[in-house]
């Protein structure tokens, strides 16, 4: 027969196991490990029986029954869109956070992973399955009837929610805000003919980026040229397609004197296409992006940081606080929206406009 060495480098160790070893029952040792209320009782002798046999079989409590017992997993669930070819930037940052959250609350975290919005109402409920004890959905795309849908029994947060949910706090940036000062720092240098590059139609923190743009000029006293406004996806491959056709538009007209994109993606796909034409950034044309994300901080990019760690640790705060309003059957803080502040990183893709006059090639 195989010895109980190797029996053990098969499969995890069971109570029960430890209660062999130390010549007790299961229920003896799971009063002895974990405190169990029964009417149970065991001798220090018996106790320190079980600790040692429990430290010879490498035993570990099972998390998932105890989750059930106690009716909490101490895990929390983070549903995000991951698809496409890109690194996502945007959400390991906030991702980041999360987890330093998690951690500090003891708590561990699960990934569930969308293909896109539209499948929430199938995918989200069974996220919240038992497994959890809430969910932070992360730049949700909801309709405003998901209340009807998401699951009463598990406690919900969002981050850069694209439109207010009843029940569900939302953490935000002012994005709105962090685009008007910066375009309006980089009209004070001079720049005049500010290109737009936009992330899509109807994604809330898009539009407030395209609104603080047009802010910032109507403050100066100033209008964009026609056709400075682009929207395209929130990824280098929209930079770099919606910039590739103004370009193919405008050929012969002046250069635009700078680029202010909606992410720092964008920014990278619009600096590929300039490079691809020979442009030098800032020298010929200055480029500015939007989150402070690791790609920006590495390429010493001008950009607005959103406090995206920030945002994924104070969704854990406010989501743990629900949890533990649910549980004891309390009302949970009122406060639906949590905005935070952005604020400038003039990096070294930003300087002053060129003297000399350029025209598209």
């Excluded at 046999?53 to 009716?71: C, E, K, M, S, V």
């Excluded at 700078?258 to 720092?264: E, G, K, L, T």
């Excluded at 200055?286 to 406090?307: C, E, K, N, W």
């Excluded at 640790?313 to 309390?330: D, M």
């Amino acid at each position: 027969m195989p010895s109980s060495k190797a029996q053990r480098s098969r499969r995890a160790a069971t109570l029960a196991d430890v209660g062999r070893e130390a010549g007790v029952s299961a229920m003896a040792a799971s009063v002895a490990l974990n405190g169990a209320t029964t009417s149970s009782r065991v001798s220090d002798d018996t106790r320190a029986r079980v600790l040692a046999a429990a430290q010879r079989l490498r035993y570990r409590p099972n998390a998932t029954a105890r989750g059930l017992a106690d009716r909490r997993m101490n895990t929390l669930g983070l549903a995000a869109l991951l698809g496409g070819d890109e690194p996502n930037l945007y959400f390991l940052e906030v991702f980041n956070g999360v987890i330093k959250g998690a951690a500090a609350a003891g708590q561990t975290v699960t990934v569930f992973t969308l293909d896109n919005w539209a499948q929430a109402q199938q995918r989200i409920p069974s996220f919240c399955d038992g497994r959890i004890d809430g969910l932070i959905l992360l730049a949700p795309e909801l309709p405003v009837d998901a209340v009807d849908w998401l699951p009463e029994h598990t406690p919900v947060v969002s981050v850069h929610s694209n439109q207010e949910i009843a029940g569900i706090a939302n953490l935000e940036s002012d994005d709105e805000v962090g685009a008007f000062r910066m375009v309006s720092h980089m009209l004070g240098l001079g720049h005049r003919r500010i290109l737009h590059v936009g992330g899509p139609t109807g994604a809330l923190g898009a539009d407030r980026r395209v609104q603080g743009y047009l802010r910032a000029h109507a403050d100066a006293g100033l209008a964009p040229p026609p056709d400075h406004v682009l929207r395209d996806a929130f990824s280098a491959e929209g930079g770099s397609r919606a910039i590739e056709a103004w370009l193919g538009r405008h050929r012969g007209a002046p250069l635009p004197d700078a680029v202010f994109a909606a992410s720092d993606a964008i920014a990278l796909g619009c600096m590929e296409r300039l490079s691809a034409r020979g442009l030098r950034v800032p020298a010929d044309i200055s480029l500015v992006g939007f989150d402070d994300t690791l790609l920006a901080r590495s390429s010493h990019m001008a950009t607005v940081r959103q406090p995206l760690g920030q945002l994924g640790r104070r969704a854990v705060e406010v989501l743990t606080e629900r949890i533990g309003a649910h549980r004891s059957k309390t009302t949970a803080g009122t406060q639906r929206s949590i905005v935070l502040p952005t604020e400038m990183v003039l990096g070294q893709t930003l300087a002053a406009p060129r003297s000399a006059a350029l025209t598209v090639a």
